[in-house]
């Protein structure tokens, strides 16, 4: 621009004033290979900005023409017209849809353009018209669409053909808006309607429960009367009993799905259930097996019921198929630390794992398991030398002597400012060394740099109020679900239940398909 063909300037760096001509036409740019790949995206959105700036909008026509005839990506074009300002670019995109009626471009990006533009009605047609032409959930346009049609969108898209093939994950982000929006009877209607066609579907029955549980109760006793060996049936009519009270029939449920398919799912469930009676039957379903991850399981088990001895003895045998399988070593580490230094001392004195930090620090956690706090220090000093970024081994390093940790520590956030999980345990050595001023500080900025909710709750230990604020400022400055939802769980232990929803009803925003939040802003009604 404003020279040459070779100095064409096509950042717009040397337009100063609104006065100059673009001599490159596209033929000369396609024959100099600016029309390939990403140049061509970069030079026409080049080009696009000059004229847009120039008020030459009918150049822009014949540019956008033309780069369409030489097989530019219809995308590139759209964003070509985002260049143009506010108030033109609807009118630049209906001409274009006119000359260009069979060219496929992206309904959900035409519709946006249209929408940030001020023609909401326009973007709403296009979106009506492409939703049904969709095979599956599409949801920028779903979006779209509720956002453009709250009061009838949700009809519209229970009349889709393509509703019937819609996943768990795709209904839960549907529930999630409609629950926000205090609408879920509409989603009701429509699971029933699709569990009279197919009792089977389980992503539908999951749903269901989650809006209407008597109804979905109802229909999972059908579905394990008419396929007593669905185990998923069995599973899901156990968790629905248990979120209805009914601990004995939940049991029972979910020891017919454990004797289906044994296995952590279900015995966890069982555990959690009836402690004593899911021994028994855990001990009957794994009696036998040599099966590593199923020996395991039952070991897990059996820690959950409070039953260590006996557990540590499962995770040995565990261990003995599978002396690699790191979560049967954390469960020994866990249930027996003495026996766990023994294992892991003799495997770092073979020399065989001397050098793995995982191994070092596993160790020392081991260690600081059985009493021995100055040498478990030592062993997640080696830990953490080797990778001095590993969250566990900061951690481990404040907890098992915070005194000397506070020195080591303050070295390395002073090398790595930015380490999150440096500041976190470095806040932490600090408030177990009794520096509570000090502690506050490193926390905060651990919060504002990362791994905030894990470093709330330490902060929160420390000084309650300060938590809270802290927690507030990262969370108005991220789009992360698990930071709104973690400060609307703040709020609720304040006691601030109107502040709790509003942040449920962010987090459930930002991640709609979230059981969690829609779960939590449901139990503040």
Do not use: C
């Not at 069979?102 to 533009?117: K, L, Q, S, T």
């Amino acid at each position: 621009a404003g020279g040459a063909s070779d100095e064409a300037g096509l950042d717009g760096s040397r337009a100063g004033t609104r006065d100059f001509t673009v001599p490159i036409t596209l033929r000369d740019l396609k024959a100099r290979g600016e029309l390939e790949g990403e140049r061509a995206a970069q030079t026409i959105q080049a080009l696009a900005v000059l004229y847009a700036a120039m008020g030459r909008t009918q150049e822009l026509d014949e540019l956008i023409d033309m780069a369409l005839k030489a097989g530019v990506d219809p995308d590139r074009i759209l964003d070509a017209i985002l260049q143009l300002p506010n108030g033109e670019r609807a009118k630049a995109l209906g001409q274009l849809l006119e000359r260009h009626p069979r060219v496929a471009f992206d309904a959900a990006h035409v519709a946006a353009i249209f929408a940030d533009d001020g023609e909401p009605d326009r973007a709403l047609e296009v979106v009506k018209r492409a939703l049904p032409e969709e095979d599956g959930f599409r949801r920028r346009l779903t979006h779209m669409l509720l956002r453009l049609d709250p009061a009838r969108g949700p009809a519209f898209l229970f009349r889709l053909p393509a509703s019937e093939s819609w996943s768990g994950r795709d209904l839960r982000y549907l529930r999630g808006y409609l629950i926000e929006q205090d609408r879920e009877s509409e989603l009701t209607q429509f699971l029933l309607r699709r569990l009279d066609d197919a009792p089977d579907d389980d992503a539908a029955l999951r749903a269901l429960g989650g809006l209407d549980r008597a109804a979905a109760l109802s229909r999972a006793r059908y579905r394990t009367e008419a396929n007593p060996g669905d185990d998923g049936a069995w599973w899901r009519l156990g968790r629905l009993l248990e979120a209805e009270g009914d601990a004995s029939a939940a049991f029972d449920a979910f020891a017919e799905a454990a004797k289906r398919n044994p296995g952590s799912t279900a015995f966890e469930a069982l555990v959690a259930t009836d402690a004593a009676r899911a021994i028994r039957l855990i001990d009957a379903l794994t009696a036998d097996s040599a099966d590593d991850e199923l020996i395991g399981a039952a070991a897990n088990a059996y820690l959950a019921a409070g039953q260590a001895e006996r557990a540590a003895a499962i995770y040995r045998r565990a261990l003995a198929n599978d002396p690699g399988d790191d979560e049967w070593l954390e469960g020994l580490i866990e249930t027996d630390p003495e026996g766990a230094v023994a294992l892991l001392r003799g495997r770092i004195d073979a020399g065989v794992d001397s050098k793995d930090d995982e191994v070092i620090g596993r160790y020392a956690a081991a260690l600081q398991g059985s009493g021995d706090a100055a040498a478990a220090y030592e062993q997640y000093e080696r830990a953490f030398q080797r990778d001095p970024y590993d969250g566990d081994w900061q951690r481990g390093l404040a907890e098992s002597d915070p005194s000397r940790a506070v020195a080591l520590l303050a070295e390395h956030t002073r090398a790595h400012p930015d380490d999150a999980s440096g500041l976190g345990a470095y806040g932490l050595a600090l408030a177990r060394a009794g520096r509570r001023g000090e502690a506050e500080e490193q926390l905060e900025r651990a919060i504002a740099t990362g791994d905030a909710e894990e470093w709330f709750a330490e902060l929160h230990r420390v000084n309650p109020t300060k938590a809270i604020r802290a927690l507030e400022r990262r969370a108005r400055r991220s789009r992360n679900d698990d930071l709104w939802g973690a400060l609307g769980e703040a709020y609720v232990k304040a006691g601030n239940t109107a502040k709790a929803r509003d942040a449920f009803s962010r987090a459930l925003r930002i991640y709609p398909s979230s059981d969690r939040w829609a779960d939590a802003l449901r139990a503040l009604r």
